[in-house]
């Protein structure tokens, strides 16, 4: 059965626009658990935008699933992730400019470096993934340099603007996870999903997990943090059959 992971980087956007206390994304965190999440993501950005390593400490003390550390693949990250020790480090790109992450990791080029952070947080018995695009060979890559799982970067998908368009890159999709799953890669799939598109990806077998953060974090605004997550774990439960008539 697939699950959600649900990023509480949004509940720290909030804060951090005031520098406030509140709200907290580990008490978010722990609401969404219990309203059925069986992850939590966070991105620890090398300028702090949002997410502090105050945070990442605490939510390794609470978090009762898995917790999923988003960070880029540089030595300071590298330092947080063996000191915290989460279940699962997802190493993806990072450019201080954008609002979020816009695409997947160049592995091809950057190959070795990968490889050797790859191996030093498998000895530490943290599972690696990898942000990556739906491009096949970033993908095979992604085995060079043992990675044990990939995150499809769904942010094109979800941004599409017509039904064609959005066709186009499910198919992609489609043929990244089928590839990823054949390489004994495990498979995950976030950025940009919500409500109404994440139904087109349900059918999907191979996808493991989706993370969703934003689309979440802004329902909560309205219904709350709990019925938010509820809401999402329901969709998801149900499958994508009844939902592919979208746009």
Not at 85 to 114: A, H, I
Not at 187 to 205: C, F, M, S
């Amino acid at each position: 059965m697939r699950k959600l992971a649900v990023s509480v980087d949004h509940v720290a956007t909030l804060r951090q626009a005031r520098q406030a206390a509140v709200p907290d994304p580990v008490s978010a965190a722990v609401i969404a658990e219990l309203a059925g999440a069986r992850g939590i993501t966070v991105h620890l950005c090398e300028d702090r935008r949002h997410i502090q390593e105050r945070d990442v400490t605490l939510l390794r003390q609470v978090v009762k699933t898995k917790l999923n550390l988003e960070m880029a693949a540089s030595q300071e990250m590298l330092k947080v992730a063996l000191s915290v020790k989460p279940d699962m480090v997802t190493l993806v790109p990072e450019r201080r400019e954008e609002v979020t992450t816009e695409g997947g990791l160049e592995t091809q080029r950057n190959k070795e470096l990968l490889k050797k952070l790859v191996r030093l947080m498998r000895d530490a018995d943290i599972v690696v993934s990898l942000l990556l695009d739906t491009e096949l060979d970033q993908i095979k890559a992604a085995t060079w340099v043992e990675a044990q799982c990939v995150q499809i970067h769904t942010g094109a998908f979800c941004e599409a603007r017509t039904r064609g368009q959005r066709q186009e890159h499910f198919v992609r999709i489609q043929n990244a996870v089928k590839m990823a799953h054949k390489l004994g890669l495990g498979v995950t799939a976030g950025h940009g999903l919500n409500y109404q598109n994440i139904g087109w990806l349900l059918d999907l077998d191979e996808i493991e997990e989706f993370t969703v953060g934003h689309a979440i974090i802004a329902r909560a605004v309205l219904v709350g943090l709990e019925q938010a997550v509820r809401d999402m774990v329901e969709l998801i439960g149900r499958g994508g059959m009844s939902y592919r008539g979208g746009r």
